[in-house]
């Protein structure tokens, strides 16, 4: 079994062998780079021999992580690229989870002002997340993607079996981001994900297409997020204040796992303007904390996320602008919800 996607200006194909080598014999690169950290060489770059012939391949190695999402990084693979003689027609493969697909997609798209790319993403949250919608970048000084650009792959090619290897705690943080595209935009599948209890045997190429064609859909309408694209970030305002404030603790949140958080808060912040009844707002917190647990102990307070919120790149005019559920399947943006709810919606959640 396959899966293709048709977007405007290229394929994402799931599950589908000989796609790689396809897109090789079409573009006819004069020399072919892969970008992989220490896991995905270990874990997924033999799959990729199976298809294209090693001697053929460049191999770029950088270590794994967030905290290397970074310039210096990028001078390093330009470096290397440079060095081993990369031209205009050369080919960059981005072989791993969202760092690599958006470090390498940031540095092929500035190498000699831009170069072919082909996203490989093999974590959960980049196969539905971050390879779709050409948003690339870098982090700078600590500060999540402050340096990037908007430009679309040659492909995105998704392989399932690639999640095989992936930690479970990484599987459920990428799980986050499928349940938020069905709170967002399809009820059906926030009904299916929401109460399943055994994430790993699920059938992962179906689920995978259902929710990139929602990522899909949204940032094929408004690509460079002047409106709708915005939706995309329901339960992120909170989340991402949540996940930076507890960067300070020796319990670090992975992105996912802040994200469920920010959902059940924005669930209640969608209930106090009067989109949600308070039954829909418990179902959808209870069947998240079941899945993730109840992180209350590691919860800050919203004086401690609030300054963090209000930086939050979707503000204007310093207000907090908020993407929240009209209903379960159906989301608004440029929302304002005040602070004093906010702290009832972080009190309600450690209740
Ligand atoms: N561009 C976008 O629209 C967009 C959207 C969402 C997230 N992002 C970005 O994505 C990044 C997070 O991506 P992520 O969650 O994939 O994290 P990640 O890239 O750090 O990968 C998580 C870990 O899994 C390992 N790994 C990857 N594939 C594996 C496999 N198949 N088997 C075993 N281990 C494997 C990696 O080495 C790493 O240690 C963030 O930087 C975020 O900003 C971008
Ligand atoms: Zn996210």
């Given at each position: 079994m396959s899966k293709t996607i048709s977007c405007i200006n290229y394929t994402i194909s799931i599950n589908q062998k000989d796609f790689l080598r396809q897109c090789i014999s079409e573009i006819r690169p004069s020399k072919i780079f892969v970008i992989v950290d220490e896991n995905t060489e270990m874990f997924c770059l033999p799959s990729m021999y199976e298809v294209v012939d090693s001697h053929n391949l460049n191999i770029i190695r950088i270590p794994s992580g967030?905290?290397?999402?970074t310039i210096d990084t990028c001078k390093s693979v330009w470096g290397q690229m440079m060095e081993s003689g990369a031209d205009r027609h050369s080919l960059v493969l981005n072989l791993g989870g969202g760092v690599i697909g958006d470090l390498g997609g940031f540095c092929a798209s500035t190498y000699m002002r831009g170069i072919k790319f082909i996203q490989l993403p093999t974590t959960l949250l980049s196969q539905v997340d971050?390879?779709?919608?050409g948003k690339l970048g870098v982090d700078l000084d600590g500060v999540k993607n402050m340096i990037g650009v908007f430009n679309e792959p040659y492909a995105v090619i998704i392989e399932t079996n690639y999640l095989q290897t992936l930690p479970y705690k990484e599987l459920l943080s990428g799980y986050a981001e499928l349940l938020k595209h069905g709170l967002i935009a399809n009820k059906d599948i926030w009904e299916d994900l929401s109460q399943n209890t055994d994430i790993t045997s699920l059938n992962f190429e179906e689920v995978v297409y259902r929710s990139v064609l929602i990522k899909k859909s949204v940032t094929e309408e408004d690509p460079t997020e002047?409106?709708?694209?915005?939706?995309?970030?329901f339960g992120h305002t909170a989340g991402h204040a949540i996940e930076t404030k507890s960067f300070e603790s020796d319990q670090p949140l992975l992105h996912g796992e802040a994200i469920a958080i920010g959902m059940i808060i924005e669930s209640y912040l969608s209930m106090s303007l009067g989109y949600l009844t308070l039954d829909q707002y418990t179902t959808i917190k209870e069947r998240i904390q079941k899945l993730y647990g109840n992180k209350y102990k590691s919860l800050p307070t919203v004086e401690e996320v609030l300054p963090y919120m209000l930086k939050d790149k979707k503000n204007q005019g310093g207000t907090i602008q908020y993407a929240l559920l009209s209903k379960p399947g159906h989301a608004i943006y440029d929302q304002i919800v005040d602070i004093s709810v906010l702290e009832k919606a972080f009190e309600d959640y450690k209740r």
């Open positions: 967030e905290q290397y999402k971050a390879s779709v919608g002047k409106g709708l694209r915005k939706i995309l970030n």
